[in-house]
């Protein structure tokens, strides 16, 4: 109870910056850091980052309010994760252990920053990041192509990356392979790259006014990045932005209908063929490595489905070696050496079945994005690919889908007028079909003001 109303008492702001500019400019960087620590360049050391992240976090919002009564679920749940993990690993994997909770810890500390703003604040700061990410994105391959004398080498274990400035930078998994070459973007490969870009392209489709050179430029982003994962989520957007189109265009609903597949062709096109040649082409490899790591996740999950193995790599892969998919053309070493790239198959066997679940429902119920089931659907299409799921920018994500939401009565009378103004139907504007709940310029609003925020109990649309 003492520390209860300590952490209510707690100010808003951190002990060190008072300034909105400033305190803004921490939300960004504590963005941008968790970012990186979600499968940033493995030249990147990552304890740096992860150091750096809790110290904006810190800086902009007093740690105590970590331990309000809306985070208890989040701490009950991290709680029983350790213990699962613990009964699940058998022996106490130390190092694993502590670098696991260090990532929850900033999770928790992340998403301590946005508990009381409105809903887009935190697509409003990472639009200009985003949209720099997307320039990055696009003109990585222009220069590769016109001036490959501007790059240079360097090498992180076996790969061999290829940059310009640490910017601009790309990597061949087999050489020669295309003319245009795949950008990493500051990420170790372009499968994470390409999740970034994608929520760059849901906030310019459902968060902002219509701008078509901001969508058109999130759309070559992430065509560049040559992603099946992202080519799906890329169609799946844009087929969700035709359905709406349909429901609120009136009386040019037929025009609608006819021209949206014609639009969409060449989108569908580009990702069909991405298909071809992942599953036929000279990238098939790839899509043979992703079916062994989905079969041998799951044998290992079963292993244990109730309580998962921990979060030991080296545990998984002697599991691995046991129970693994062996009907693959991957080298004996490879298999012995590999770790898995199914984000929610490593969820499943690192936690258990149980506590997966939990996991999955936050991310669902996740209260920083609308809509918020697309959202989910983005983020969980991503981790089929990549193991980001315990990376500290996805458990924020998570972990908002199961804060405590303050009751009705104390929401209504900590601020009437927002909490009218969070519950009313957004009016739209612009092109049909396109929500415009954020401000055309992407400013952020004052930390000054005082807004129920994510905790509120509001509909998702």
């Known amino acids: 109870m003492a520390g209860q109303m300590i952490a209510r008492s707690a100010p808003r702001i951190g002990f060190a910056f008072r300034d909105p500019v400033t305190l803004l400019r921490l939300r960004q960087l504590a963005l941008f850091t968790a970012m990186l620590l979600s499968g940033g360049s493995l030249a990147l050391p990552r304890l740096p980052l992860l150091l750096a992240l809790l110290i904006f976090c810190f800086a902009h919002t007093n740690p105590i309010r970590m331990f309000r009564r809306e985070f208890l679920p989040v701490w009950f749940v991290l709680l029983v994760t350790g213990g699962v993990a613990l009964i699940g690993g058998g022996d106490v994997q130390v190092s694993a252990f502590a670098v696991r909770y260090a990532n929850f810890l900033a999770a928790v500390a992340l998403l301590a920053i946005y508990v009381d703003v409105r809903p887009g604040t935190i697509a409003d700061e990472l639009f200009p990041i985003l949209r720099l990410m997307a320039v990055q994105a696009v003109l990585t391959p222009v220069l590769a192509f016109l001036r490959p004398d501007l790059f240079w080498s360097f090498n992180v274990g076996k790969a061999v990356y290829e940059t310009f400035l640490y910017i601009f930078t790309y990597h061949d998994l087999i050489a020669n392979a295309t003319t245009f070459k795949r950008p990493d973007g500051f990420f170790f490969e372009a499968g994470v790259f390409q999740i970034y870009l994608n929520i760059f392209l849901f906030i310019c489709l459902f968060m902002r006014r219509f701008s078509l050179v901001n969508i058109g430029l999130a759309t070559l982003a992430v065509i560049a990045t040559q992603s099946t994962t992202g080519a799906v989520i890329l169609v799946m957007q844009y087929g969700i932005v035709w359905f709406r189109w349909i429901r609120t265009t009136g009386r040019w609903r037929l025009a609608v209908l006819l021209?949206?597949?014609?639009?969409?062709?060449?989108?569908?096109?580009?990702?069909?063929?991405?298909?071809?040649?992942?599953?036929?082409?000279?990238?098939?490899?790839?899509?043979?490595?992703?079916?062994?790591?989905?079969?041998?996740?799951?044998?290992?999950?079963?292993?244990?489905?109730?309580?998962?193995?921990?979060?030991?790599?080296e545990?998984?892969?002697?599991?691995?070696?046991?129970?693994?998919?062996?009907?693959?053309?991957?080298?004996?070493?490879?298999?012995?050496?590999?770790?898995?790239?199914?984000?929610?198959?490593?969820?499943?066997?690192?936690?258990?079945?149980?506590?997966?679940?939990?996991?999955?429902?936050?991310?669902?119920?996740?209260?920083?994005?609308?809509?918020?089931?697309?959202?989910?659907?983005l983020i969980l299409l991503s981790m089929t690919s990549e193991a980001l799921v315990f990376s500290p920018f996805i458990l924020m994500i998570a972990f908002s889908g199961l804060l405590i939401p303050p009751s009705r009565e104390s929401t209504r009378s900590s601020n009437p007028e927002i909490v009218r103004k969070l519950h009313r139907k957004p009016t739209l504007t612009g092109r049909p079909g396109f929500s415009t709940t954020s401000s055309s310029r992407g400013q952020a609003s004052s930390p000054a003001r005082s807004h129920p925020g994510i905790r509120g109990p509001g509909r998702s649309r």
Do not use: C
């Open 259 to 313: 021209a949206g597949p014609i639009l969409l062709v060449p989108i569908a096109a580009y990702a069909t063929y991405n298909l071809g040649e992942k599953f036929h082409g000279q990238f098939s490899g790839s899509t043979e490595a992703r079916e062994f790591d989905l079969r041998t996740g799951i044998n290992v999950a079963m292993e244990k489905p109730l309580t998962g193995i921990g979060f030991d790599h």
């Open 315 to 377: 545990k998984y892969q002697a599991i691995a070696a046991d129970v693994g998919y062996l009907d693959v053309s991957l080298s004996a070493k490879s298999i012995s050496e590999r770790t898995n790239s199914n984000g929610l198959v490593v969820l499943l066997y690192s936690v258990g079945i149980p506590l997966s679940l939990v996991f999955l429902w936050g991310i669902w119920r996740q209260r920083l994005w609308r809509p918020r089931w697309l959202f989910a659907m």
